[in-house]
């Protein structure tokens, strides 16, 4: 059954589990989009629920021409931010705090993506944003697309194309580099999440109390009961600051909350009494906005910064220039930039940034080494483990090519990264020499040959036999030794020809001159 066919049962019939159809096809996309925005399951749930609401209160005026998936993804994003507004005053004593805490967890792999999607969803137009939503975070394949917005299948590819470049122009101009290809994988893996369990059914039996017909008192009778339990701790708490009226308030609201769960309360005697609560909030409200003053002002007045944590918290910014300052190069040297970078987390990020300011070129090389390095043994621990499950599925027979490997990864790894990636050996596993077991696939070539290490990967582990530089001159001096009697090459047009991987005359020059061993890259 169709959406729009659900709609009209439960818009003419009242039907629930129609509406409870609609709910469980749908949850994890407004949860989801919820969730990207207002950064906390709880809040998320209740955006879900109001959502959900709204869909119950305008199932009758929804045209069949309105995609529900795009409607919902609107409504969804109007109500979080709504809701974003709401708890940014209560919040902003807790910030500091909160971005510390932050920083020390581990963001998704997609982070700086999922950070600015719902901002980027923003810039399209309604037929764009709608063919993204049913695509990607709905999961229709190209005809279905077609088939639900009234066009050929050739006509939704290029609309959700177009998008989808659109998307990550928005991206660039932010600073994140990332292909067209890699975002529509994103997001059509990471934009939806499941919905907590039981999500669902709340909402469902929440609606059942609105009804086709439903009244604005027995909607909001209907989000009272659906309050989760975050809310109704905020709601109490508000409440008792105020003392007297709003004490018996706050009273008023958990009753009906507790006691509405399994009753469809649509009498006068709940209308008047939610119309009353509803006009006392009015009244408090320039109340309410006193106290939080009076509390912002003692906050600030009995709790000075101490010394330390107003040290801790400059230290802390100025790591976050720095990170900024990182990423920006990579952004302006995209040849240094590779796709195991987004397997790093902040504490990643952090940890390279505590190294020290960065004034010069070398030193941006410096530390962008070795933020690949550590993205390189990420990707090489991943990797080793598919190499082996692979093995174990081909009776010991090694890939001809590392895109192989791609279903034998407990998680799905991004196709670029194994695509910088080419077999060392092929064949049977056992038949490869022992002293190569461990180098059975290695990067095609390093991202700066000057800086960063030969990355290797094997059965039984994975690592770097130092900086490639090393290995590319000592290479080339083997073969400049053969034809030149024993002799070692002295200047960079002697050994061009002969490196594996191309550097520049400058750079290569200077590591031939005599220097102090610490000065070699």
């Not at 695509?135 to 077609?146: A, I, M, P, S």
């Not at 692979?390 to 990864?409: I, Q």
């Not at 990636?421 to 000057?450: F, I």
């Amino acid at each position: 059954m169709i959406d729009h066919e659900c709609l009209q049962q439960f818009a003419g019939a009242g039907s629930q589990p129609a509406f409870a159809t609609l709910v469980g096809r749908h949850i994890d996309l407004v949860y989801s989009a919820a969730l990207r925005q207002v950064r906390s399951p709880q809040l998320a749930e209740e955006v879900a629920q109001s959502v959900f609401l709204d869909l119950a209160r305008h199932a009758s005026k929804l045209s069949p021409n309105v995609s529900l998936a795009a409607w919902l993804y609107v409504v969804t994003r109007r109500t979080a931010v709504d809701v974003i507004r709401r708890e940014s005053r209560r919040q902003a004593r807790e910030r500091t705090a909160a971005d510390i805490a932050a920083m020390k967890t581990p963001p998704h792999a997609w982070s700086h993506v999922e950070r600015s999607l719902d901002d980027a969803m923003e810039t399209l137009n309604d037929a764009e944003r709608t063919a993204i939503v049913l695509r990607y975070f709905e999961n229709l394949t190209l005809r279905e697309v077609g088939d639900a917005l009234g066009i050929s299948e050739d006509t939704a590819q290029k609309r959700v194309s177009r998008a989808v470049e659109q998307l990550r122009d928005f991206f660039q101009r932010r600073g994140v580099a990332v292909s067209a290809a890699a975002l529509a994988t994103d997001l059509s893996a990471q934009a939806v999440q499941m919905a907590p369990a039981g999500l669902g059914t709340v909402i469902s039996k929440a609606t059942a109390l609105v009804g086709a017909t439903a009244s604005t008192a027995a909607l909001e009778t209907a989000r009272v009961v659906a309050m989760t339990t975050l809310q109704k701790s905020a709601a109490l708490v508000a409440f008792v600051a105020l003392a007297g009226a709003g004490l018996v308030q706050g009273h008023l609201i958990a009753r009906y909350a507790d006691e509405a769960v399994g009753l469809r309360v649509q009498n006068d005697r709940v209308a008047t009494e939610i119309r009353d609560l509803r006009l006392a909030r009015a009244a408090t409200a320039a109340k309410l906005e006193a106290v939080e003053r009076r509390i912002d002002a003692r906050f600030a007045a009995a709790i000075p910064v101490a010394p330390a944590d107003a040290a801790l918290e400059s230290q802390m910014r100025e790591w976050l220039v720095q990170v900024d300052r990182l990423k920006q190069f990579l952004v302006q040297r995209p040849e240094w930039d590779i796709p195991e970078l987004k397997l790093l987390t902040e504490e990643n990020w952090f940890n390279a940034a505590g190294g020290g300011r960065f004034e010069s070129e070398e030193q941006f090389r410096r530390a962008t080494a070795s933020l690949r390095d550590r993205a390189a043994g990420l990707a090489g621990n991943r990797i080793m483990k598919a190499l082996n499950a692979y093995l174990r599925a081909h009776d010991g027979v090694l890939p001809n090519s590392p895109a192989e490997l791609a279903p034998y990864f407990d998680s799905p790894m991004a196709p670029e990264i194994l695509a910088r990636y080419e077999m060392l050996q092929t064949g049977k596993a056992s038949e490869v020499p022992r002293g190569e077991t461990t180098r059975m696939l290695a990067p095609k070539a390093p991202a700066d040959v000057e800086f960063d290490a030969n990355f290797y990967v094997g059965t039984n582990g994975y690592g770097n036999n130092g900086i490639a530089m090393h290995t590319n001159v000592r290479e080339a001096q083997r073969q400049f030794a053969k034809t030149h009697n024993g002799l070692r090459a002295t200047t960079a047009e002697q050994l061009m020809p002969l490196l594996k991987w191309p550097v520049s005359a400058a750079a290569l020059q200077k590591y031939l001159d005599p220097q102090p061993p610490s000065g070699r890259p």
